[in-house]
């Protein structure tokens, strides 16, 4: 099993152009992530998807959308960036038939804006 | 709401030292907590869990326990290694929300 995938590792963009970030987990989990993290801050959630079908905003979700295209794949997509969203990108996923939370990360998506 | 509080860091440790990183949180309900460690340049992995008050989450070494009378999941390992080098995040499952919330991170550096 490959887990949670991410695609691309790295990315520059220039201010005011947008980009996809993919995602793709191989677990059959009904939940998945988006998260940022940025030095001293921890990982803040950008946007969640439940179920495929629906999506949630999390505590950051200003600038970003996504899309839950299948069980499998959740993509967030920047539309127009800012030097405020360089950040490390991470996607999670996880089963949450049991209620224990316990997600599993991908490798990150390291993203800068100048 | 629901929180989780780290103790700052860097922490910086000689091979084969005591290892503690505090952390405590703030919750309505029973959470279930974690510790996660970010490798260097590498996703979150979980580390270990609990998710009853007085268990005891074990892995590689490392160990917490979850005290619901003091709200802490203190992590420890009793020798640490130049490989335990990484950031350890404590997080909590909520039951309010239904999400994980993670503390802002740890940094260990263990010096051969």
């Known amino acids: 099993n490959a887990g949670v995938t991410q695609t691309p590792k790295f990315q520059v963009l220039k201010t005011g152009q947008s980009m996809t970030l993919q995602c793709a987990q191989d677990?059959?989990?009904?939940?998945m992530y988006w998260y940022r993290q940025d030095p001293g801050m921890g990982l803040r959630l950008i946007y969640y998807?439940?179920?495929?079908?629906?999506?949630d905003k999390g505590e950051v979700p200003n600038g970003y959308n996504v899309s839950r295209l299948n069980k499998r794949e959740f993509s967030l997509r920047l539309e127009s960036a800012a030097p405020s969203q360089t950040s490390v990108y991470f996607c999670?996923?996880?089963?949450?038939?049991?209620?224990?939370?316990?997600?599993?990360f991908g490798p990150g998506t390291r993203l800068t804006v100048t | 709401g629901d929180s989780v509080t780290q103790m700052e860091g860097p922490v910086t440790l000689s091979e084969e030292a005591f290892l503690t990183i505090n952390c405590t949180y703030t919750a309505t309900g029973y959470p279930s907590l974690f510790w996660y460690v970010q490798y260097p340049g590498e996703g979150l992995q979980l580390l270990l869990k609990a998710t009853k008050a007085d268990d005891k989450g074990s892995n590689k070494g490392f160990e917490a326990t979850y005290r619901k009378e003091t709200t802490s999941f203190h992590l420890e390992k009793g020798s640490v290694q130049v490989s335990d080098s990484a950031v350890y995040f404590c997080a909590l499952g909520s039951s309010n929300t239904g999400k994980l919330i993670f503390g802002q991170g740890t940094t260990l550096q263990v010096k051969p």
């Open positions: 998807s439940a179920s495929e079908g629906t999506t």
């Open positions: 999670a996923s996880s089963n949450d038939a049991g209620r224990t939370y316990e997600q599993y």
């Open positions: 677990m059959n989990h009904n939940s």
